[in-house]
């Protein structure tokens, strides 16, 4: 079992639609919780970071962390064209390998005009 | 300034070549980081430098040599690459190497003929 799984998509969807992206991990030391956004050809831009269980909201996006069910997720309301790309989860153990991002495959995200 | 700057974007080299990657941050941030993309692959780690000093090697082969010459400042020299390495390669930083979120920058597109 990988340590961090994510649906690599395609993911398809109307413009205005609520997307929702997940991530499940199986290491319980995952305790720091990023979503970046990777265009093509470009480097990972940082979307949101989060430590906690719950919600946080920054603006269309909400990140949502629940730590019993080591599930992780990305919402994106009223999705926007520019909003097309590679999404990807990374995590952060409280171990050892505390400096190491441990990425989801990605998933691609298309939203059509 | 809140970005991580690479140079060049693009590099073609031949598998006799010596040449370096550049990138430079000016967040006050003490860890820096190499990564290699390849495609529809996520990031994988190379080297971790904290204030300055090499800490991590992920058993990365010698014709990588990185090179932190001061906090702002990170190098990758390459030399004798092989075509398996073309790849997209990412820096990033972090304010410390631990726990903390990582910005990346936007790449330098390898190819070695």
Redesign the interface.
């Known amino acids: 079992q990988k340590e961090v799984e994510q649906d690599p998509g395609p993911l398809s969807v109307p413009e205005g639609a609520i997307v929702s992206l997940n991530c499940t991990y199986s290491n319980s030391a995952f305790q720091y919780f990023m979503w970046y956004r990777q265009y093509s050809r470009k480097g990972p831009e940082l979307l949101m970071y989060t430590y906690s269980s719950g919600n946080k909201e920054d603006g269309r996006f909400t990140a949502q962390v629940d730590k019993s069910s080591k599930y992780i997720s990305l919402f994106i309301r009223d999705s926007q064209p520019s909003d097309s790309a590679t999404y990807l989860c990374a995590m952060i153990d409280s171990g050892g390998s505390n400096y190491k991002l441990t990425f989801g495959k990605g998933t691609l995200l298309t939203v059509n005009p | 300034d809140t970005e991580?700057t690479?140079t060049p974007k693009h590099l073609v080299m031949g598998m006799t070549n010596k040449k370096s990657l550049k990138c430079e941050q000016h967040m006050g941030h003490r860890?820096m980081y190499w990564y290699k993309q390849k495609a529809?692959?996520?990031?994988e780690?190379m080297f971790?430098y904290?204030y300055e000093k090499l800490?991590?090697n992920e058993s990365v082969p010698s014709r990588f040599s990185p090179e932190c010459p001061n906090s702002s400042l990170l190098n990758l020299h390459l030399h004798a690459l092989q075509p398996e390495d073309s790849a997209?390669y990412?820096c990033a930083s972090s304010q410390r190497?631990?726990?903390n979120?990582?910005?990346?920058?936007?790449?330098t597109?390898l190819t070695v003929l």
Do not use: N
Request: proline fraction near 12%.
């Open positions: 991580v690479q860890a529809k692959k996520p990031p780690l971790v904290s800490s991590i997209l990412l190497s631990s726990y979120e990582q910005f990346f920058g936007p790449g597109r």
